[in-house]
């Protein structure tokens, strides 16, 4: 509620893997469109390169990639992550009998470490901007060799590949966030990162922190950029396949 851009997330999140008594419990988890989003958008940049509106074609292409993009963020894919199902359900279930505090504290536990993350991916690009350094957060997104790894676009894509993908590193990320950055600002659900971490420098707070767990954190994010780098790629090639403006 703290967060003024919440309102953004069922657009933007998409909770495809969960366990199956999670959406018997909470079928609201299943109610998102990004799936809808991208479906819409591939759509309109294969009629817009078919029919010869270049222009179009790329913008809608941008605007497709743009949610593809979002679902390679593990706490975009994964409800809770580094939380069991019984424990989701258990702490729902004390909500819905009166007791909301554990649910309302789990909820700014995994926003906080959300935004955490995102800062601190961003704080890391600008950095390596700045110095025209080619680091490997820079690096990670270019190469196409993986790209061919994963299976051809197709409209099960989105879900079956990059969510999925994103789901299953949603774990690991969870704790390397809690060991790398300080508490306050990831395990304590009375600072809300989401509306006061604005001015935050986590880069340097980082920085002077245990080397070890900032280099294995910083190892993931490369890792998911290269995940973003990939799928980004496959999207395009899968619009100008369907337009017929890339040959198999």
């Given at each position: 509620p703290a967060v003024n851009i919440s309102t953004q997330a069922p657009f933007h999140m998409g909770f495809y893997h969960q366990s199956a008594l999670v959406y018997r419990a909470a079928?609201?988890?299943?109610?998102?469109?990004p799936l809808l989003r991208v479906h819409q958008f591939f759509g309109l940049a294969e009629l817009a390169f078919r029919t010869g509106h270049l222009y179009w074609g790329w913008r809608f292409a941008g605007n497709a990639t743009h949610y593809v993009q979002d679902l390679t963020q593990p706490y975009h894919a994964s409800l809770l992550p580094g939380v069991s199902t019984l424990r989701m359900l258990g702490i729902n279930l004390l909500a819905v009998l009166g007791s909301p505090r554990m649910k309302d504290e789990m909820i700014v536990l995994v926003s906080n470490r959300?935004?955490?993350?995102e800062r601190y991916q961003v704080q890391m690009l600008h950095h390596a901007t700045v110095a025209g350094e080619q680091a490997p957060i820079l690096t990670a997104l270019r190469p196409s060799d993986r790209d061919a790894t994963y299976p051809a676009w197709s409209e099960n894509y989105v879900r079956d590949v990059v969510s999925a993908e994103?789901?299953?590193?949603?774990d690991r990320l969870d704790a390397l966030l809690a060991a790398a950055m300080p508490a306050n600002y990831v395990s304590d659900a009375n600072y809300d990162f989401g509306s006061q971490g604005g001015g935050v420098d986590l880069l340097d707070e980082v920085t002077k922190r245990e080397a070890g767990h900032r280099a294995d954190l910083e190892s993931a994010i490369i890792e998911l950029f290269r995940h973003f780098g990939a799928h980004s790629r496959n999207l395009v090639r899968g619009i100008l396949r369907a337009s017929g403006s890339l040959s198999p």
């Open positions: 079928p609201f988890v299943g109610r998102t469109y959300h935004f955490a993350l994103a789901f299953s590193f949603g």
